[in-house]
Nanobody, 121 residues
Framework: VQLQASGGGLVQPGGSLRLSCAAS????????MGWFRQAPGKDREFVST???????YYADFVKGRFTTSRDNAENTVYLQMNSLKPEDTAVYYC????????????????WGQGTQVTVSS
């Protein structure tokens, strides 16, 4: 099983980034896919999830700014991040779950290695 996150980088406040997470080694279409993030000195926190039925759910602090989507043909989940703020700076992780909509990290079965997002002028 592998989850390979990419697309992170340095962006100015108000800018945008699109994260990708390529999955392999499991039946991607049967799993919900989540995004989490962890800032330095803070606990990992839930960002978003998309179910196998394409239902999405977001943390309040990203609603209206972030959008998650998935392409089952490409075994890839995306996180489009707009109107980025310095407080969005963190390592972003993708994860896979067999459960429905879940925001708890212990509900996820597989994890990627993370990609760094830095929002700074």
């Amino acid at each position: 099983v592998q989850l390979q996150a990419s697309g992170g980088g340095l962006v100015q406040p108000g800018g945008s980034l699109r994260l990708s997470c390529a999955a392999s080694g499991f039946t991607f279409s049967r799993y919900g896919m989540g995004w989490f993030r962890q800032a330095p000195g803070k606990d990992r926190e839930f960002v978003s999830t998309i179910t196998l039925g394409f239902t999405t759910y977001y943390a309040d602090f990203v609603k209206g700014r972030f959008t998650t989507s998935r392409d089952n043909a490409e075994n890839t989940v995306y996180l489009q991040m707009n109107s980025l703020k310095p407080e969005d700076t963190a390592v972003y992780y993708c994860a896979a779950t067999l459960r429905g909509i879940t925001s708890g990290s212990d509900g996820y079965d597989y994890w990627g290695q993370g990609t760094q997002v830095t929002v700074s002028s």
